[in-house]
């Protein structure tokens, strides 16, 4: 029998107007919306009781009622031996720390060998529990921290720990230029409108914060801690790039290279050759879907950045 959850939400006053489909969407953002939309046609949601059409106008105000239960294991995302670094497991929950060039989900260009396809090869009754227990993503070249639920009662208890922003999730990142001081960028972010591929601050797009402080000072560059209040697609390198600060390596929304004036060829190629995002998720911390108790975990910086803040380093004792 499939384990299933019950989830409950109430319509925020400021979603009067909209439809159902699109409600829920965005409060059970991490559930896909085909996942949603089939929910509410098959009749397992129920607002203040009744089960309306995906359109229905809401007034806000109603209760949502989801009835979650797993739906069979999509076959065409599959078990693959793919190595991943677990840094702490219970029966309720993973957290992993993933390297550089690991996709999360199978998509567009990497329908294979993605984090889903591992979990699924490492513990089969992830499959129960939607999309293997991923709960939040990183970008591909993005390295660092996540939590996986085991369960569908963790699941929901994650969900809601993102929804409530009560996850903490901070990052390291090398950025272009010289900051003077940390921040907060407040500014809404959704799809960029000539590159569907992209992300781009926009006045009709999501709420996003992040916020940022000095870790070290390069003469061209500097290192800053980043931690999320908003998890939106590719936030903190549409955020840092919306700055005028984008993150080393950044192909996306980077631009050009930028290196410090009069450096040697040495630094210049290290610069040149570093290929990603410098953005690392060092550090999770979180309130245990079981036990309440609060939980915190740090990835040591990958070594591609640690030479990178040592190439820098070198840089500013050559030249001040």
Known sequence: ??????????VPFEQAGKRLDQVLAGLAGDYSRSRLQSWIKSGRVTVDGEVLAPRA??????????NAEADPADDTIGPEPVPLDILYEDEHILVI??????????????????????????DAALAAVPRAGIVHRLD????????????????????????????????????????VSGATVDAPIGRHPNDRKRMAV?????????????????????????????????????HLSHSGHPLLGDLTYGGKPR???????????????FRRQALHAFRLSLVHPASAETMSWEAPVPQDMQAMCAWLAEDVKTHG
């Open 97 to 122: 720390n993933k390297p550089a060039g690991l996709v999360m989900h199978p998509a567009a260009g990497n329908r294979t060998g993605t984090v889903q396809n591992g979990l699924l090869h490492y």
């Open 140 to 179: 591909k070249d993005t390295t660092g921290l996540f939590v996986v639920a085991k369960t569908l009662q963790a699941h929901k208890s994650l969900v809601e720990q993102l929804q409530q922003r009560s996850v903490s999730r901070e990052y390291l990142a090398i950025v272009n230029g010289t900051l």
């Open 57 to 66: 106008k809401l007034a806000g105000g109603e209760r949502l009622r989801v």
């Open 259 to 273: 290196f410090p004036r009069g450096c040697d060829e040495s630094l210049r190629e290290a610069i040149r050759s």
């Open 1 to 10: 029998m499939s384990e299933e959850e019950i989830l409950e939400f109430e």
């Open 202 to 238: 926009r006045e009709n797009g999501k709420e996003a914060i992040t916020h940022y402080r000095l870790a070290e000072k390069y003469r061209a560059h500097t290192l800053i801690t980043v931690r999320l209040e908003t998890g939106r697609t590719h936030q903190i390198r549409v």
